[in-house]
Antibody, heavy 120, light 107 residues
Framework: QLQLQESGPGLVKPSETLSLTCNVS??????????WGWIRQSPGKGLDWIGS???????YYNPSLKSRLTISLDTSKNQFSLKVSSVTAADTAVYYC????????????WGQGTLVTVSS | DIQMTQSPSSLSASVGDRVTITCRAS??????LNWYQQKPGKAPELLIY???YLQSGVPSRFSGSGSGTDFTLTISSLQPEDFATYYC?????????FGQGTRVEIK
């Protein structure tokens, strides 16, 4: 059974960099059938797509965040990571990592989510 | 970005009711439409992918239909565990976008 687990600091100061890692177990992050994504949900709000990374290492970033984003893959550790620089209170959210099926498939496995609060 | 609009934003229903939620895309997305259920404090769960395909393990009372710009999620007989928020998502064009959600509450 595939499992995803986010990890990282729950509190980040304004203007600093938010860093999260998603550890994948029960399956290979190098599979060509899937890609991996980050989604966030501000308190009491809906879901926002942050970006995604493919087995090849190629990435897609949401243009609204692109200048501040870095998503990377570490196949040796079977994990992928998210960095958001220059954070503000607007970046306070629950951050989810998820697996997406290539083609018409959806996000079929999700991490449990981790709350990141931006505050001094 | 492709805008996804769900209706209604919330609804009240009783156990056993048939419930229908609609999702409209701002442009054609073929069948690249997925539906998720989210309960408080939990991650979303995939219910329907490619507009009408039931994700493995999801009860058959859930069904999806539509293509192009108009889509529907139907719960044929609402169960107590179905009270949650439902989201549609388009995966046709990046950035992938979600609807604002439909909260299904107990009447």
């Amino acid at each position: 059974q595939l499992q995803l687990q986010e990890s990282g600091p729950g509190l980040v100061k304004p203007s600093e960099t938010l860093s999260l890692t998603c550890n994948v177990s029960g399956g290979s992050i190098s599979s060509t059938s899937y890609y991996w994504g980050w989604i966030r949900q501000s308190p009491g709000k809906g879901l926002d797509w942050i970006g995604s990374i493919y087995y090849s290492g190629s990435t897609y970033y949401n243009p609204s965040l692109k200048s501040r984003l870095t998503i990377s893959l570490d196949t040796s550790k079977n994990q992928f990571s998210l960095k958001v620089s220059s954070v503000t209170a607007a970046d306070t959210a629950v951050y989810y990592c998820a697996r997406a099926q290539m083609g018409v498939g959806g996000l079929d496995y999700w991490g449990q989510g981790t709350l990141v609060t931006v505050s001094s | 970005d492709i805008q996804m609009t769900q209706s209604p934003s919330s609804l009240s229903a009783s156990v056993g009711d048939r419930v229908t939620i609609t999702c409209r895309a701002s442009q054609s997305i073929s069948s690249y439409l997925n539906w998720y259920q989210q309960k408080p404090g939990k991650a979303p769960e995939l219910l329907i992918y490619a507009a009408s395909y039931l994700q493995s393990g999801v009860p058959s009372r859930f069904s999806g239909s539509g293509s192009g710009t108009d889509f529907t999620l139907t719960i044929s007989s609402l169960q107590p565990e179905d009270f949650a928020t439902y989201y549609c998502q388009q995966s046709y064009r990046a950035p992938q976008t979600f609807g604002q959600g439909t909260r299904v509450e107990i009447k």
